[in-house]
């Protein structure tokens, strides 16, 4: 079963725009979600991260929304940029027992000129 | 900054074939992982290791062998290859198992024919 789910599979906005990225989870006991940010022909590379214990997180353009109690977060990016164009994954670890990462199946997005 | 290098970059075989893939780590870091990413999954944890010599089963162990020679080099071993393993394989690493920064390689493109 899929654990962290995100949409859109795949996501295009103009240059200058806000694009929305949004992930959900069902594990309550989750309580760390990174972002993760992957160009072709890389691998992924830390971008931005959350603890539950905030509702926001902001890093320049890229800010993280928490919902905690619907289980939701959103990655947003302001004024996108054409070499934003990339595979945004969301990832979530729990407070105890397995700590493992678990990710989503990540959401390309691609910022036209 | 982090360095994770894996090889070969790209590698086809046939159906029960025999495959390794190699990676390395620079860093003194703690923690290596082997991931795979396929469309629709994102990324599942394979195999991981907390030290030369050790090794814990993923998600998706089934058909892998891993094996960790010392602190910098992590491998793993499909000693049957078989088509549902063609796949794209991260490997990473970190240096603490709880809510720990992943350094990703660049991946390894893996064919089964």
């Known amino acids: 079963q899929q654990q962290v789910r995100q949409s859109p599979q795949s996501l295009t906005v103009w240059e200058g725009e806000t694009a929305i990225l949004n992930c959900s989870y069902e594990?309550?006991?989750?309580?760390?979600f990174p972002w993760y940010q992957q160009f072709p022909g890389e691998g992924p590379a830390l971008l931005i991260s959350i603890r539950s214990v905030s509702d926001k997180k902001e890093d320049g353009r890229f800010t993280i929304f928490f919902n905690k109690r619907e289980k939701k977060l959103s990655l947003h990016i302001t004024d996108s940029q054409p070499g934003d164009s990339a595979t945004y994954f969301c990832a979530a670890r729990a407070s105890s027992g397995s700590w493992q990462l678990i990710f989503g199946s990540g959401t390309q997005l691609t910022v036209m000129p | 900054e982090a360095a994770v290098t894996q090889s070969p970059r790209n590698k086809v075989t046939v159906t029960g074939g025999n495959v390794t893939l190699s990676c390395r780590q620079t860093n003194s870091h703690n923690y290596m992982y082997w991931y795979r990413q396929d469309t629709g999954h994102g990324l599942r944890l394979i195999h991981y290791?907390?030290?030369?010599?050790?090794?814990q089963i993923g998600d998706v162990p089934d058909g892998y062998k891993a094996t960790r020679t010392t602190q910098e080099d992590f491998f793993l071993l499909l000693e049957l290859a078989s088509p549902s393993q063609t796949s794209l394989y991260f490997c990473?690493?970190?240096?603490?198992?709880?809510?720990?920064?992943?350094?990703f390689g660049a991946g390894t493109r893996l064919s089964v024919l």
């Open positions: 290791s907390y030290g030369a010599g050790n090794l």
């Open positions: 594990d309550s006991t989750f309580n760390y």
């Open positions: 990473a690493s970190s240096d603490g198992a709880s809510q720990n920064t992943l350094y």
